[in-house]
């Protein structure tokens, strides 16, 4: 059981805009940053978007980050094929002296 | 070019030793914080351990705590984790991967090597 929630599936069609939610409590996203991975398994996972709104340089504007409370959205535009991958938030949890990520997200490009 | 690069998986019976190393390069390694994470089959990517710049701050999660110690070595630009007492439940795929800063909290973890893979079964 992880410490963030996540939906454990998503879907879209190719164009279109998907959101997955990650929920949390006051000691982790309520006080820290939130990261937003991808990883396609067999690969090393990739940083999308962390604190607020930031990407690391290649990656597209497509994907966003969102945190209101202890809540967390990660928002991705123009769904690619490409885009099917699992998506997992983490964050720092103040309570745990831990990174506690979520249980991940399968995203399927229908 | 920025890179981590893990070494040092393997297969090894329950209870018994590794020692995974990671060679770090094209960064100023003495000024991040440095994680390892692993993704064991079939499920989720799971935090293992961090260590701040100066080795100063160590955080473990609770399972490995008492059985795994990393440690890093400035001079060499390499991160380390000795893992003792193995199980089969630690069997994954270790990544060696980077903060953005020297503080995890205000962090994402940007660069992540290619990882090496940790086998435990007798």
């Known amino acids: 059981q992880s410490v963030l929630t996540q939906p454990p599936s998503a879907s879209g069609t190719p164009g279109q805009r998907v959101a997955i939610s990650c929920s949390g409590g006051?000691?982790?996203?309520?006080?820290?940053?939130v990261s937003w991975y991808q990883h396609i398994p067999g690969t090393a996972p990739k940083l999308l978007v962390y604190?607020?709104?930031q990407r690391p340089s290649g990656v597209p504007d497509r994907f966003s980050g969102s945190k209101s409370g202890t809540s967390a959205s990660l928002g991705i535009s123009g769904l690619q094929s490409e885009d099917e991958a699992d998506y997992y938030c983490?964050?720092?949890?103040?309570?745990?002296?831990?990174?506690?990520f979520g249980g991940g997200t399968k995203l399927a490009v229908l | 070019e920025v890179q981590l690069v893990e070494s040092g998986g393997g297969l090894v019976k329950p209870g018994g030793s590794l020692r995974l190393s990671c060679a770090a390069s094209?960064?100023?390694?003495?000024?991040?914080?440095i994680n390892w994470v692993r993704h064991a089959p079939g499920k989720g990517l799971e935090w293992v351990s961090s260590?701040?710049?100066?080795?100063?701050?160590?955080y473990y999660r609770e399972s490995v705590g008492g059985r795994f110690t990393i440690s890093r070595d400035n001079a060499k630009n390499s991160l380390y984790l000795e893992m003792n007492s193995l199980r089969a439940e630690d069997t994954a795929v270790y990544y060696c991967?980077?903060?953005?800063?020297?503080?995890?909290?205000?962090?994402?973890?940007?660069?992540w090597g290619p990882g090496t893979t940790v086998i435990v079964s007798s």
């Open positions: 006051s000691s982790n996203i309520g006080s820290n940053i």
């Open positions: 260590i701040n710049s100066d080795g100063g701050y160590i």
């Open positions: 604190g607020e709104n």
């Open positions: 094209g960064f100023t390694f003495s000024s991040h914080t």
């Open positions: 983490a964050a720092w949890d103040d309570s745990l002296y831990s990174r506690v």
């Open positions: 991967v980077r903060d953005t800063t020297n503080v995890a909290r205000r962090s994402g973890m940007d660069v």
